[in-house]
C-alpha cells in the first residue's frame, strides 16, 4: 500500500508557543485515521497545515508522492485534498444542487464562463453527487433553512466535487444525535472503501472514534504521543491519563 | 530646518484634535457597530457652539475655556438625544442602514446649523493668555498650538485610565466584543451605550471647540473631518485609542508637510501613506482582524430564483411605457426619466457589487465621477465626441476600480467601505485642485452628445435604451457562474478558498465590473448635464447610490430600480419646495429606516410572500 | 423555582419552539437530551430574554420573566453559561470575571474570584491571561466561574460538553456535582446521555421543538424503549 498522504517533521509555533513539532505520519488509500487529543494539543493547526490554510515552519505534507508544503489552500484542493469543517460551512444563499455545482464548476475551472446561467451548469453531476449522500430529494431546497445533520451531508458532496485522494475531516459528528453520528460516519467510511480516499478526522466522540477508525493518533502539546489501532490505543494508560480519562464519558461506561 | 522643525509641531497641534474626533468615532464604532456619520456634525456643531459660548461669556480665561468645555458638554447632550430617540430603534438593524440614518442626522444638523448661524464662516477670538507666540529656532509659532500639542496625549492617558482601571471600562470593552453576552450577565447595556455615545459625542465636540481660535468656522467641517477622521480610525486600527493616536499624528504631520511642500498633492500624498500601511497591515497600525461577528441566527438571505413572471411582464409593460413616453409627456418629465434612467444604472452598479459582492462602498461616486470626466476630457483636450467618450467612460472607471479595488478587497466590511471613501475624496480633492486640467469649482462645460441626441427626446431614448441594457447586463451577470461564485465568497469566504476559489480575485473583478458600469453611468451623466463638476464625485452623490440601493433594497434585483426612481422623484420634488430640502430629506431618511429596515423591494417581496403562501 | 408554560418561539417565519412546558425545583439538577437543531439552545436562550419567545409564560422565583430584557433578568439571579463559551477574548481571566460581578444576593453563596479559583485551580494560574489565550477547557471553566460571579440562585448551563475531550468533560461533571451539593439549582441542555446521568436528577427529552417525554434520571437510563425512540442509544 503507498501513502496517499505522507508527513514527515512537522513544526508550526504562534509567538514562541510550540503548536506542532514534528509530527509524522502516513495514511493509505481507502484508511480512516483519527487525531485525537486534549483541546490545544495542536490538532486544528495540523490540520490547516494539511490543506495549506497554514504555512509549517517546517517539514513536508507529501500527496501521492508529490511535496504539497506550503501550497494555497485553493491549489491544494485542486490537488485532490477535500475538507468539512468543525461548523459546517456552506453558501447559505444558495439551494443544495447549487451549492456542489459551485464546487464542481471550480473545479472544471468554468467559474468564469459569461455566457452561460450557474443553475444549469454541472447539474447532473451535482444530482449524482447528492443521490451518494442521500441528499437528492431536497436538491432545490435552500440551504440555509436545512437541519443541521443533513448540512453536513451537503458538505460531504461539496468535499466530494474534487474526487479527492485525501478528505480531511475537522470534527465531522459534532453537534449531531448519536444515531446521525453513526449514519454519517459509516457513509464516509463506505465512499472512502469504494472509492479509494484516505480519511483523516478530528473528534471528541470516542464512540464515533473508536467505532469507525482503522487507526488512532494522539496528539498532547504538539506532539505524537501514541498511534495504534483503537484498541491499543484505548488501554494506552497514557492515553488514558492526558485524554481519555476513566472512561465514563464515552461508550458503555455508564 | 527650522520651518521643517515648526511644520512639524504645527502638524502635532492639528493631529490632537483630530485624535479626539478619531478616538470618539471608534469607541462609539466599538461597542454599538456603528459608522456615525454624524460624528463629523457634532465636530462642527461644538466649533458652532463654542463661538456662541465664547461670544457671550465674558471675555477671560474662564469665559473662554468654560465656553470650550461647556460647548462639548451640549454635544455630549445632543448625542444622547440622538442616541435616545433614534439609535435605540436601529440598534438591530443591519449596519449599512444605521449608517443611513445617521447621513440622514448629516443633512438635518446642517441645515440647522445655516437656519441658526448663516451661512457666513465666522472667526472665534484668540484664547486668553495664549494670544502670543514662542520663538522656536527663530521662528514664531503660537503659544495656543502649543498647548494642543499637549492635549492630545494628555487625553490619550486620561481614556486609557478610564478603560483599563474602572469597572466602566472594563464593560465596555467586554461590549465591544460581545454586546449581547454582556447583557446575559446581568448589565444594563442600555446604560452603557448610552454612557458610551455621551463620551464619544463629547470629543467630537471637545475637538471642533477646540478649533475655535485656529480656524474658522464653516459648513464644510463635518464632512471634511468624518473623512480625515475615517482616514485616523482605518490607518490607526479600528478600535485602538493608541493607533488613533499614531495615525492622527501621522497624518496631521503629513497634511502640515504637504501644504508647505506640495500644496497641490497633499491628499494624493496621504492616500500613498494610507496604502502603504494597508498593504503592509491590512488592518492598520495597532488594529486586529476582527474576530467572527456574532452569526445572527436565522437571517438567512434570501435565494436568487428565476424572475416571476408577473415581475417580467411589469417590466415590459413599464419599458414599452417609457419607450412611448415622449409622445404623451413634457420635456421636463423627460429630464427627470432621463435622471431617473441614469441613475438607475448608477444604483444598480452599486448594488452588483453591495449584493452579490457583499462589498459595501460609501465612495462609488468615484468611478461616476472618473467616467464623467473620462467623456468630458476627452472632449475637451482631444475633440473626440460622445461614441468614443461613452467608451472611455466605463474603461476609466473600470482602471480606477482595478487600482483602488486592489486595496479594498484585501478589507471587508465597514472597513472596506471606509477605505472606499477615503479614495473617494481623494479624487475628488484632485479633481476639485487641478484646475488647469478639471476647471476645478467651475467645472468643465459644454459636453455636448452627438447631434441626433441633442433634442430632449433622442437623448431621452438614448439614456433609456443604454441604461435598460447595462442593468439588464448586470443582472445577467449575477446568474452566470461567475456571478454566483461572486456571491459564495460573500457567504462564505473559508468554504469557497477551500473549493478552490480565489476569493480575493473574484472580489476584485466584481469591484472593477461595478465600477465600469458606474463609470458608464458617470458618462451618460456629463452628457445629460452638459458639463461636469467636483460635486459628480462629492460624498453627497455617494450616499445618493448608497439610499438609492437600499431604499430599494439590497435583497432583491428590482431594489435599486424602485430606489432609483423613488429617490430622484422625492429629492426633484423637495428641491423645488423648500431651501431646507436637505433637513427634509435626511428627516425622511431616517424615518423609512426606521419604518423599512428591508427596503421597499424587499418589503414589497415580503409582502407578496406573505400574501401568497410561497417561499423565496 | 422556575416554571416554563406554553413558550413559543420564532426566527424569522420559522417555528423553534411549540408550547414547550417545564418546572426546575430548588436543589434539583435538570437535563434537556435533545438532538442539534430541536430546541434546547432556544429554550434556554429564551428564558435568559436573548430570544423573544412569541408566546408563553415564564415565571422564576414567582415573577414573570417573559419578554424581559437579558440584563433585568440576570439580575433577578438567573445566570447564563453560553454553549459556545463566549470568553471575552481580549479581557484577562480576572476582567472577565468582573464584567460578571453583581451584587450579593440573600440566601445563596456569595462568590469572590478567590472562591472561584479554588473551584477551579486552573484558573488561579492564569489571572492575567487573556481569555483568548487559553486552551477549550479552561475557557468553559472561565465562562462558568463568570456566571457565578452573579451569584445566581439558578444556571441555566447550555450544551457544557460539547466540544471538550473526555477528561475534561469528567472535570466539568465533578464542577457541577460540586455545586450541586453547595445547594446549586441547574437546568442544563446536552446531547450527550453518559454526561446527563453523572450529573442531572431529572430530564426532559426535547424534539422539533416540544417536549416529548419526562423521567427521572434512573427511570430513563433503565427505560431502554424511550431511549431507543427519542435518542437512539
Request: glycine share 12%; hydrophobic share 50%.
Amino acid at each position: 500500500m503507498s501513502a496517499v498522504l505522507a508527513v514527515d517533521g512537522l513544526r508550526k509555533s504562534f509567538g514562541g508557543v510550540h503548536a506542532v513539532q514534528g509530527v509524522q505520519f502516513a495514511l493509505g488509500a481507502g484508511e480512516m485515521l483519527a487525531l485525537i487529543g486534549p483541546n490545544g494539543a495542536g490538532k486544528s493547526t495540523c490540520f490547516n497545515m494539511l490543506n495549506g490554510q497554514i504555512r509549517p515552519d517546517g517539514g513536508t505534507v507529501m500527496l501521492d508522492g508529490r511535496d504539497i508544503t506550503g501550497m494555497k489552500p485553493r491549489d491544494v484542493w485542486r490537488l485532490g485534498v477535500g475538507r468539512t469543517f468543525q461548523i459546517t460551512a456552506t453558501f447559505a444563499s444558495f439551494t443544495v444542487a447549487e451549492n456542489v455545482q459551485l464546487a464542481l464548476s471550480s473545479y472544471h475551472r468554468r467559474l468564469t464562463t459569461l455566457w452561460r446561467r450557474a443553475s444549469s451548469l454541472d447539474r447532473d453531476e451535482a444530482l449524482a453527487l447528492l443521490r451518494q449522500v442521500g441528499m437528492a430529494d431536497q436538491a432545490d431546497r435552500q440551504t440555509g433553512i436545512l437541519a443541521y445533520g443533513d448540512l453536513k451531508r451537503v458538505e460531504l458532496a461539496i468535499a466530494l466535487a474534487n474526487r479527492p485522494r485525501l478528505l480531511l475531516m475537522d470534527e465531522p459528528t459534532a453537534g449531531m444525535a448519536p444515531q446521525e453520528r453513526v449514519g454519517l460516519m459509516a457513509l464516509t467510511a463506505r465512499l472512502a472503501r469504494e472509492q479509494g480516499i484516505a480519511v483523516l478526522f478530528t473528534e471528541h466522540d470516542m464512540d464515533v472514534v473508536f467505532g469507525h477508525a482503522d487507526r488512532v493518533m494522539v496528539l498532547e502539546r504538539g506532539r505524537k504521543i501514541a498511534e495504534g489501532t483503537p484498541e491499543a490505543v484505548r488501554s494506552d494508560e497514557r492515553v488514558q491519563a492526558i485524554y481519555l480519562g476513566s472512561g465514563a464519558m464515552y461508550g458503555e461506561g455508564h | 530646518m527650522d520651518i521643517v522643525v515648526v511644520q512639524f509641531l504645527t502638524g502635532l497641534a492639528s493631529a490632537s484634535s483630530l485624535f479626539l474626533v478619531a478616538s470618539g468615532l471608534s469607541i462609539i464604532f466599538g461597542v454599538s457597530r456603528i459608522v456615525n456619520f454624524a460624528h463629523g456634525s457634532f465636530y462642527m456643531l461644538g466649533a458652532y457652539l463654542a463661538w456662541t459660548l465664547v461670544e457671550r461669556l465674558p471675555y477671560g480665561p474662564l469665559g473662554f475655556w468654560g465656553g470650550i468645555v461647556g460647548a462639548a458638554a451640549i454635544v455630549a447632550l445632543l448625542g444622547l438625544v440622538m442616541e435616545f430617540v433614534l439609535l435605540r430603534r436601529i440598534y438591530r438593524a443591519p449596519e449599512l442602514f444605521q449608517l443611513l440614518a445617521t447621513f440622514g442626522v448629516v443633512l438635518i444638523v446642517q441645515d440647522a446649523t445655516l437656519w441658526l448661524w448663516g451661512p457666513q464662516d465666522l472667526l472665534g477670538p484668540r484664547a486668553p493668555g495664549l494670544r502670543g507666540a514662542v520663538t522656536i529656532l527663530g521662528q514664531r509659532f503660537p503659544q495656543y498650538d502649543l498647548l494642543l500639542i499637549f492635549i492630545g496625549p494628555v487625553v490619550l492617558a486620561l481614556l486609557w485610565l478610564l478603560f483599563t482601571r474602572t469597572r466602566w471600562g472594563t464593560l465596555v470593552r467586554a461590549a465591544t466584543q460581545d454586546r449581547e453576552m454582556v447583557g446575559a450577565l446581568g448589565v444594563d447595556q442600555k446604560l452603557l451605550f448610552t454612557t458610551v455615545f455621551m463620551l464619544g459625542s463629547f470629543l467630537a465636540g471637545l475637538g471642533g471647540a477646540l478649533q475655535l481660535p485656529r480656524e474658522s468656522v464653516n459648513l464644510q467641517m463635518d464632512l471634511t473631518i468624518i473623512t480625515d477622521a475615517f482616514v485616523v480610525v482605518v490607518v490607526g486600527g479600528m478600535g485602538s485609542l493608541g493607533g488613533a493616536f499614531l495615525a492622527a499624528l501621522l497624518i496631521g504631520v503629513l497634511h502640515a508637510f504637504g501644504i508647505v511642500v506640495f500644496p497641490k498633492i497633499t491628499l494624493v500624498l496621504i492616500f500613498l501613506v494610507m496604502a502603504v500601511v494597508l498593504v503592509l497591515r491590512p488592518y492598520g497600525l495597532m488594529g486586529r482582524k476582527p474576530g467572527p461577528v456574532a452569526a445572527t441566527v436565522g437571517l438567512v438571505t434570501p435565494l436568487i430564483g428565476p424572475t416571476p413572471r408577473a415581475l417580467v411582464w411589469l417590466g415590459l409593460v413599464a419599458g414599452a411605457l417609457l419607450v412611448l413616453a415622449p409622445l404623451f409627456v413634457g420635456d421636463y418629465t423627460l429630464t427627470i426619466l432621463s435622471e431617473m434612467a441614469i441613475l438607475a444604472l448608477f444604483a444598480a452598479s452599486l448594488h452588483f457589487m453591495m449584493g452579490p459582492g457583499g462589498m459595501a462602498s460609501f465612495g462609488h461616486a468615484a468611478y461616476f465621477g472618473l467616467g464623467a470626466y473620462a467623456a468630458a476630457l476627452l472632449m475637451r483636450q482631444l475633440g473626440l465626441g460622445m461614441p468614443l467618450g461613452l467608451i472611455a467612460a466605463p474603461l476609466a472607471g473600470a482602471a480606477f476600480g482595478l487600482l483602488f479595488g486592489w486595496f479594498c478587497v484585501r478589507l471587508s466590511g465597514v472597513y472596506l467601505a471606509m477605505l472606499t471613501l477615503a479614495f473617494a475624496q481623494i479624487c475628488w480633492s484632485v479633481a476639485f485642485q487641478w484646475v488647469e486640467l478639471t476647471g476645478g469649482d467651475n467645472g468643465l462645460l459644454n459636453i455636448l452628445p452627438s447631434g441626433w441626441a441633442q433634442t430632449r427626446q433622442g437623448f431621452y431614448w438614448l439614456a433609456l435604451v443604454l441604461s435598460i441594457a447595462g442593468i439588464l447586463l448586470l443582472r445577467w451577470l449575477i446568474r452566470t457562474p461567475f456571478g454566483h461564485a461572486l456571491r459564495a465568497a460573500r457567504d462564505n469566504p473559508l468554504r469557497a478558498e477551500a473549493v478552490g476559489m480565489a476569493v480575493g480575485r473574484l472580489q476584485w473583478a466584481g469591484f472593477a465590473v461595478a465600477a465600469s458600469f458606474a463609470g458608464f453611468a458617470g458618462g451618460l451623466y456629463a452628457y445629460f448635464k452638459g458639463s461636469v463638476f467636483p460635486t459628480f464625485i462629492s460624498i453627497p452623490r455617494s450616499v445618493d447610490a448608497l439610499l438609492m440601493v437600499l431604499l430599494g433594497g439590497v435583497d432583491t434585483l428590482a431594489g435599486p430600480i424602485v430606489g432609483a426612481v423613488v429617490y430622484t422623484g422625492l429629492h426633484e420634488q423637495l428641491m423645488s419646495l423648500t431651501d431646507y430640502w436637505r433637513a427634509i430629506l435626511g428627516l425622511i431618511i431616517v424615518v423609512l429606516v426606521v419604518a423599512f429596515p428591508q427596503g421597499l423591494a424587499g418589503q414589497a417581496r415580503d409582502w407578496w410572500l406573505a400574501r401568497n403562501g410561497g417561499r423565496a | 423555582m422556575l416554571t416554563v408554560q406554553g413558550l413559543d418561539a420564532h426566527y424569522g417565519l420559522a417555528h423553534i419552539l411549540a408550547g414547550i412546558e417545564l418546572t426546575v425545583q430548588r436543589g434539583e439538577v435538570v437535563v434537556l437530551l435533545g438532538r442539534n437543531g430541536a430546541g434546547k439552545s432556544t429554550t434556554l436562550k429564551s428564558i435568559i430574554g436573548l430570544v423573544r419567545p412569541s408566546a408563553g409564560q415564564i415565571t422564576f422565583e414567582g415573577q414573570g420573566i417573559a419578554g424581559r430584557s437579558p440584563s433585568t433578568i440576570a439580575r433577578l439571579g438567573l445566570g447564563y453559561v453560553p454553549e459556545e463559551r463566549r470568553i471575552f477574548t481580549e479581557l484577562t481571566v480576572r476582567e472577565n470575571l468582573e464584567v460578571g460581578r453583581q451584587k450579593p444576593r440573600q440566601g445563596v453563596p456569595h462568590w469572590t474570584p478567590e472562591k472561584l479559583y479554588a473551584l477551579f485551580p486552573n484558573l488561579a494560574e492564569m489571572k492575567d491571561r487573556p481569555g483568548g489565550r487559553m486552551s477549550g477547557g479552561e475557557q468553559q471553566m472561565l465562562t462558568i466561574a463568570r456566571t457565578l460571579m452573579g451569584n445566581p440562585r439558578l444556571i441555566l448551563l447550555d450544551e457544557p460538553s460539547e466540544g471538550l475531550s473526555p477528561l475534561i468533560v469528567e472535570q466539568m461533571a465533578d464542577a457541577i456535582a460540586a455545586l450541586k451539593r453547595d445547594g446549586m439549582t441547574v437546568l442544563l441542555s446536552e446531547q450527550s446521555l453518559h454526561f446527563a446521568a453523572r450529573v442531572a436528577d431529572r430530564a426532559y427529552i426535547i424534539e422539533k421543538g416540544r417536549i416529548r417525554h419526562e423521567a427521572g434520571m434512573t427511570a430513563l437510563l433503565a427505560d431502554a424503549d424511550v431511549r431507543q425512540r427519542y435518542l437512539a442509544v
